[in-house]
């Protein structure tokens, strides 16, 4: 099928290199000209890995996508018109839909008779109806089709994730739309594809080799639209709560991994989702969350789970402060170390992460403050040039004559530190906060480490390596 996608973010990108590796012709759309023509020579844009890998594929396939700036050329191509674009929260915590409001007043002027315009950014409910009028209103004679097809990527994941997804959901009241939808997705429903051994991870295994069918939930609009905004709530909840439950921990001498290890083996629980520690950032979740929230508001109702959610999961990142501060009392000049600037593992994304609110946080409190982090620095640097902290590549030269080291983000690079020569070159009151508890405090303890871990202790320290 023709497919033509609007916006190349992490969404639009991802969707459009897919789609064309699984055969279908498609055109991607952007005003960013750079972007564009990196494209064009195989540059992608953002780090998600495998990426550049599996465009490689398509091309190889003869499906590499069209990318251009020209909307005429993208819209009037696709038979199935994506829109990928942003829809960043406002400071009230509303979505900012003018770039979804342009997107489909465009459309309207380019796209083809029996064209289905599918909202795939993440849009307030009745977005899709509002999509509708706005392209009916620029362009009565068109005949068109709308519907909500919410994604549900991981930054990390995200090939993983549309290749090999726990359900795709299609919101729509419209039969047309509906079986050309389930046509466009029948090779991922049926799992149908030559599959791209390069991009596998471990956790994907189990759904490749038994070759399953994937749910196809088709349903009407506003369910769809709410289905996205739920499910990230209840993601971030369970965070919020596993953090909660962290901190009761920590005040009555439990151990957090192990409290969630025993609730998350019941089945109606279940173990994703349940590790406490600094809490969720990036894109996604904050934003959702308080969108639903300003939803529910519009009707007059107060949603407390919501808006405990997200007050739970800032607390975390002043909790960081509030143990530097009980194991070393004044930050005045002491020296902090940072292990990880991405909001999460495997991607390059700052939006809404710990770490930067953690590193302002201390710099006001008079730490020097010090960071790493595999991939995201150069972002950090050209978004964040006023943030005075000290960049080093190497863990081990950052570290060094530091009073505390803080594990920000879980990096695979980070679960395997040679600990002992960490604690050799570290001054003073020698403290590592384990900010995602991915290391064993006993351990940690015994190497002469105060460790610090969210919702769990040390039980047994030994004296200090001389």
Known sequence: MKVSVIGTGYVGLVTATCFAYLGHDVACLDIDEKKIEGLKNGEIPIY????????????????????????????SHGEVIFIAVGTPPKENGEPDLRYLE?????????????????????????????????????????????????????????????????????????????????????????????????????????CISEKEKIPFIATDITSAEMI??????????????????????????????EVMNGIGSDSRIGAKFLNAGIGWGGSCFGKDVKALIKIAEEYDYKPDLLTATCDVNYRQRNLIIKKLQ???????????????????????????????????????????????????????????????????????ELVKNKDAVVLVTEWQDYRDLDLEKIYSSMNGHKIFLDGRNIYKPDEVAKLGFKYVGMGREAKESKPALV
């Open 228 to 257: 996205k905004y739920s499910a990230n709530s209840f993601l971030a909840m369970k965070i919020s709560f596993a953090n909660q439950v962290a901190n009761i921990c920590d005040l009555v001498g439990a151990d957090i991994v």
């Open 326 to 396: 009980e194991h070393m009392k004044i930050l005045k000049g002491k020296r902090i170390a940072l292990l990880g600037l991405a909001f999460k593992p495997n991607t390059d994304d700052l939006r809404d992460a710990p770490a930067l609110d953690i590193a302002k946080a201390l710099i006001k409190l008079g730490a020097s403050v010090s960071v790493t982090d595999p991939i995201a620095m150069a972002n950090c640097q050209k978004q964040n040039p006023d943030l005075a902290v000290k960049y080093e590549d190497d863990v081990y």
């Open 48 to 75: 998600e890995p495998n990426l550049d890998k599996l465009l490689e594929a398509s091309k190889a396939k003869g499906k590499f996508p069209i990318f251009t700036t020209d909307p005429k050329e993208a819209i």
């Open 102 to 206: 342009a997107c489909a007043e465009t459309i309207a002027t380019h796209a083809q008779d029996d064209a289905i315009i599918i909202n795939k950014s993440t849009v307030p409910v009745g977005s899709g109806n509002w999509v509708y009028m706005l392209i009916e209103h620029a362009n009565p004679k068109l005949n068109f089709h709308v519907a909500s097809n919410p994604e549900f990527l991981r930054e990390g994941s995200a090939i993983l994730d549309t290749l090999y997804p726990d359900r795709i959901v299609i919101g729509t009241e419209d039969a047309f739309a509906k079986q050309k939808l389930a046509e466009l997705y029948k090779p991922l429903v049926e799992q149908s594809f030559e599959e791209p051994s390069y991009c596998l991870r471990p956790e994907a295994i189990a």
